[in-house]
């Protein structure tokens, strides 16, 4: 069983940066695909961000070129640097583990105001 624990999430203004992450147990770490979803309140959750196990990184459109993922192999960790954040990045995060199965995070919150 795999456990994920997010931290790093808050409030932030507009145009600001911040960085979460998520640290991973009971898996097999480095040949896992890592990555992140993220939920606003009536929305369905989205996903963001993942890292293959080769370091193949990929983005959705929406946060391209602002946000940045990053996995540490050696400490189980994966990471999400934000920048420029926007009201409509304000959201719940949670990383996910997927290799055999999917796993999830419970998440934290960014919040960034209007």
């Known amino acids: 069983q795999v456990q994920l624990v997010e931290s790093g999430g808050g409030l932030v203004q507009p145009g600001g940066s911040l960085g979460l992450s998520c640290a991973a147990s009971?898996?097999?770490?480095?040949?896992?695909?890592l990555g992140w979803y993220r939920q606003s309140p009536g929305k369905e959750r989205e996903w963001v961000t993942s890292?293959?196990?080769?370091?193949?990184?990929m983005y959705a459109d929406s946060v391209k070129g602002r946000f940045t993922i990053s996995r540490d192999n050696a400490k189980n960790t994966v990471s999400l640097q934000m920048n420029s954040l926007r009201p409509e990045d304000k959201a719940v995060y949670y990383c996910?583990?997927?290799?055999?199965?999917?796993?999830w995070g419970r998440g934290t919150q960014v919040t960034v105001p209007s």
């Open positions: 890292t293959g196990p080769y370091g193949r990184t």
């Open positions: 996910y583990y997927r290799r055999d199965a999917q796993y």
């Open positions: 009971g898996g097999v770490f480095s040949p896992a695909t």
